[in-house]
């Protein structure tokens, strides 16, 4: 979700209000996708890289996690959304900490439609975490070095309950992966829209669907002659 800075400042307003509007966005395209029969969608809330921001858009970023949860959760519980939150949650504010196990919590049995927020989340760091994970199993003898697969390798990474994403839209003009899920798109296909994060709606994501359907997914072999 990028573009909320460059698109307050084309309205002469700071920083915090886009991402105030990026929020308005999020909600719009949760339940665009799921009118439009999508059963997963994981969004790039805050990344590990983003602790550089300055101190007060950070809190700004912070205080727009608190208002979702505080004011869609209920909703989102009612309506049959499961929410997970990725990321490095060792560091997080108290209070930060305690509405991410809130809100998995309280949605865990849903099943209609499963929203993941990434915060505090990056990919490099995600491996990371979960290569320190496997090696405690191999130092405690509980894992064998030849038993690591890259089945097995998945299981100890932040997204081990979902599949494997199968497009990934980036928005703002921006065609970089910016360390998101850097394992998981390994196949994905990937979408570079111009349109600016406060912007996007079910027209711009049905648009990113439909450009996705025209691919000719091949996953490593011979595509059609």
């Known amino acids: ?5 460059r698109w307050a400042k084309q309205r002469g307003r700071p920083r915090t209000f886009g991402h105030a509007e990026g929020v308005e966005a999020l909600r719009r395209t949760v339940e665009a996708a799921g009118d439009l029969g999508i059963e997963y969608l994981t969004v790039f809330g805050f ?19 608190r208002l979702y949860v505080s004011r869609d959760l209920d909703k989102l519980a009612r309506e049959g959304v499961r929410v997970r939150i990725i990321g490095e949650r060792v560091g997080l504010q108290s209070d930060i900490l305690r509405i991410v196990e809130e809100a998995e919590a309280k949605t865990r049995h849903n099943t209609r439609f499963n929203l993941t927020i990434a915060f505090n989340y990056g990919g490099q760091d995600e491996i990371a975490r979960a290569a320190r994970r496997i ?49 998981q798109a390994a196949y994905a ?5 111009d349109v600016l994060w406060p912007d996007f709606d079910k027209d711009a994501l049905s648009a990113s669907i439909a450009e996705f359907h025209r691919r000719e997914r091949r996953f490593g072999g011979h595509g059609a002659e």
């Open 189 to 193: 296909e990937f979408v570079f829209s």
């Open 135 to 183: 090696a405690e199993e191999v130092a405690g003898g509980r894992l064998a070095p030849q038993d690591i697969t890259v089945e097995r390798f998945g299981s100890f990474l932040d997204t081990c309950e979902l599949p494997m994403p199968d497009l990934l839209i980036r928005t703002s003009g921006e065609a970089r992966l910016s360390n998101f899920m850097l394992w």
């Open 1 to 5: 979700m990028d573009g909320n800075g």
């Open 47 to 65: 990344s590990t890289e983003n602790w550089r921001r300055p101190a007060e858009e950070i809190n700004a970023l912070f205080d727009l996690l």
